[in-house]
């Protein structure tokens, strides 16, 4: 199976549309979750005002992201841009970092049901880290899910932002680290996997 991945573009909307179906990928969040802002509810902006906000992102070039295709048809997403994009990071206190403005962010996959388990997230991960090295990123973060010692397993809804294995794959460390739930990881792109220069914070 050849995976093969391309930047999001307005020619490729159709292609995202089809991806996200009717439910705009998971309760009709079209990838917008991250980019509410101060004072918005989810709730009031999911469904067909989401898709709009990220049909306009799209076609005006301000939505960045990677989709993954087979054989034509597209399987997966993975979103990416500067931090200060989605500016529900900065409003989250456990995933606030005090260089955010040099930072480059992967906050959301989203991998087709028929998909998942077969190497679509660590194509689009490996992919989006050659991307914003030729882009010149410094330092790339992102949010995975560590379950609960007692859960021990998460639901594929609850993993949008990624599980820390897959990150720790690609060179990531985690520098952020919480008993369970979202974790902050982050790799630099200017030097060697496992030399990030990141405080480490708790």
């Not at 500016?87 to 970092?97: G, I, Q, T, V, Y």
């Amino acid at each position: 199976m050849r995976i093969e991945t391309r930047e999001l573009t307005p020619e490729l909307w159709p292609a995202f549309e089809k991806l996200f179906g009717k439910n705009g990928a998971c309760a009709g969040c079209w990838c917008t979750f991250w980019r509410l802002e101060k004072g918005e509810r989810f709730s009031e902006v999911k469904g067909a005002e989401a898709k709009r906000r990220m049909k306009a992102l799209v076609e005006s070039g301000e939505a960045q992201g990677l989709l993954a295709f087979v054989d034509g048809a597209p399987v997966g997403w993975l979103a990416l841009g500067p931090r200060r994009e989605f500016k529900k990071l900065d409003r989250a206190p456990s995933l606030k970092c005090d260089d955010a403005d040099r930072v480059w962010s992967l906050p959301c996959f989203f991998v087709h049901k028929d998909w998942r388990g077969q190497g679509v997230a660590s194509e689009l991960l490996r992919a989006a880290l050659e991307v914003l090295k030729k882009r010149g990123a410094e330092v790339v973060e992102a949010y995975p899910m560590k379950p609960s010692a007692a859960s021990g397993r998460m639901p594929a809804a609850s993993v949008y932002t990624g599980t820390v294995p897959l990150f720790l794959r690609q060179g990531f460390e985690v520098v952020a680290e919480r008993p369970s739930g979202k974790q902050r990881v982050r790799r630099s792109l200017t030097s060697a996997p496992g030399k990030t220069p990141a405080r480490r914070s708790r």
